[in-house]
């Protein structure tokens, strides 16, 4: 037998050996590149849905209902209100999450709703930050805020630049309630490089139950399109206990969908590849 014959012998026992040593799920598995392995690799990937319960603050009814939700939604609470600290902290406490709802000047609807120490067009620069932080400082949970009624001041740059400018430093998140097409809310976070989202689907406005299931299923559907929705629902009267029985509903159905149910703070996280919160209570 010549050198050239046993050289080639002897790769094939090393070939051989090689994969003896293989079990047949390591022949038959798919190849995974190292690319693809870690924390960020999912299969599925959720769907997030965000849903923020406006007019918090004030005794509403449904504020009980909407705070025995199992669920991570987060609560937005008008400042200077007779409930205003206590649901603050009783959604913070229940392990949701909370954000504050400033009265701003509208377009439309009666000046009475629009709550106390409202951001109008009249306030000095001084006057707006003072505005902001006071309403903040009396809700010390408050991981962000969103207009209540607003289109007014909404579609004021320079205004909503200022209110950006607070929200900057406290290093809050701004969500836009979308009151009005015209909306520069973007813009001015855009140019203060703060942070900001916003609402793409309002829930109810309306005491039907079915109605406001059809919104939270295109919310869904909004969710699976794109990876995540922001809907806004209500307690009193634009939604309330119905809101909360719809959502109550439809959650173990979406949730078996794939909708996976998270707070404004975690969506925003979640999207900026962030650090998530420490998980809050079901």
Known sequence: MDLKTIKKLFCFALLSLRFASLSPIDLGAPIVFAAETGPDAQANPPFYLAIVIDDLGNNAKGTEEMLKLPLPITGAVMPHLPSSVKDAADFHGAGKGVILHMPMQSDTG???????????TDLSPEQVRE??????DELVYAEG??????????????????IMDVLKERGLIMLDSRTTPKSKVGDAARKK???????????????DGNEIEKNLRKAANIAKKKGYAIAIGHVGPWGGVVT??????????????????????????????QKPS?????
């Open 244 to 273: 909360a029985e719809a959502i109550r509903g439809l959650a173990s159905a979406l949730q078996e969908e794939g909708i996976q149910f998270v707070t404004l703070k975690d969506l925003y996280a979640a999207l900026n590849d």
């Open 145 to 162: 805020m969103n207009n209540h009624m607003g289109s007014t001041i909404t579609q004021n740059e320079p205004i909503m630049e200022q």
């Open 131 to 136: 505005r902001v932080n006071a309403a903040l």
């Open 110 to 120: 009666k000046q009475a709703w629009i709550g106390k120490n409202p951001i109008t």
């Open 193 to 207: 490089n703060a942070k900001y989202l916003t609402r793409d689907i309002f829930l109810d406005g309306t005491q």
């Open 278 to 282: 420490p998980k809050r209570k079901k």
